[in-house]
């Protein structure tokens, strides 16, 4: 994003991966520096998926609304396994278990869970920097639940808590034409841009 990308960058970016001998996967937003586009070419990266990137901001005179906690509620330090389990279910990503454990651990980030007769029907997370920007991730909704407005109710509860604590921007990532991003436009984010996702041959 701040200059041209040199074929050692690259190398650097690649040995990442390959040290924790996990796929290499490029998210690339349209504002990059064109040479990261010369060295995708000569490394034959292909393009696997697209990603929307959404904002919305957060104006000192909106009111913020938080939904029922018998909803949607923040989980507690002894849920990270069932926060974990929900996520894996709900986005179909199994062996990253490890990855939402150190996102649930986060010392900037609140996980969310959403509730059906008490017991967790999905999730989401906010990684917030107060007095200025935060980012909702991980949002699910276990199949059997889809379609009761549980992701409206947790987008909710994480704009409350941006809000209130002072950010003037919210942002999320969801793919093109799905509900996720059907359910973010009705809270007031707008695509800002559609960055292609790369992996390595």
């Keep these: 994003m701040r200059g041209p990308v040199s074929k050692e960058d690259f190398d650097r970016l690649e040995?990442?991966?390959?040290?924790?001998?996990?796929?290499?996967?490029?998210?690339?937003?349209?504002?990059?520096?064109?040479?990261?586009?010369?060295r995708l070419a000569e490394r034959r990266y292909r393009v696997t998926q697209f990603e929307h990137t959404l904002s919305r901001a957060l104006m000192t005179d909106d009111v913020p609304i938080a939904p029922p906690v018998d909803l949607v509620r923040s989980a507690k330090p002894g849920e990270k396994d069932s926060w974990v389990r929900t996520v894996i279910a709900g986005s179909?990503?199994?062996?990253?278990?490890?990855?939402?454990?150190?996102?649930?651990?986060?010392?900037?980030?609140?996980?969310?869970?959403?509730?059906?007769d008490g017991q967790p029907a999905g999730s989401g997370a906010v990684s917030i920097r107060p007095g200025d920007f935060a980012v909702f991730y991980s949002d699910t909704t276990l199949p059997?639940?889809?379609?009761?407005?549980?992701?409206?109710?947790?987008?909710?509860?994480?704009?409350?808590?941006?809000?209130?604590?002072?950010?003037?921007?919210?942002?999320?990532?969801?793919?093109?034409?799905?509900?996720?991003?059907?359910?973010?436009?009705?809270?007031?984010?707008?695509?800002?841009?559609?960055?292609?996702?790369?992996?390595?041959?």
């Design 144 to 201: 059997g639940f889809r379609g009761r407005g549980l992701q409206s109710a947790v987008i909710a509860a994480r704009l409350y808590q941006a809000l209130t604590a002072g950010c003037t921007l919210a942002i999320a990532n969801t793919s093109p034409g799905t509900v996720s991003q059907r359910n973010y436009e009705r809270a007031g984010f707008r695509v800002a841009y559609t960055k292609a996702v790369l992996t390595s041959p």
């Design 92 to 116: 179909d990503m199994e062996g990253y278990e490890e990855l939402f454990g150190v996102m649930f651990d986060s010392v900037d980030a609140t996980a969310y869970l959403t509730l059906q």
């Design 15 to 38: 040995e990442f991966f390959v040290a924790r001998e996990v796929p290499i996967g490029i998210s690339l937003c349209p504002h990059a520096d064109p040479s990261v586009l010369d």
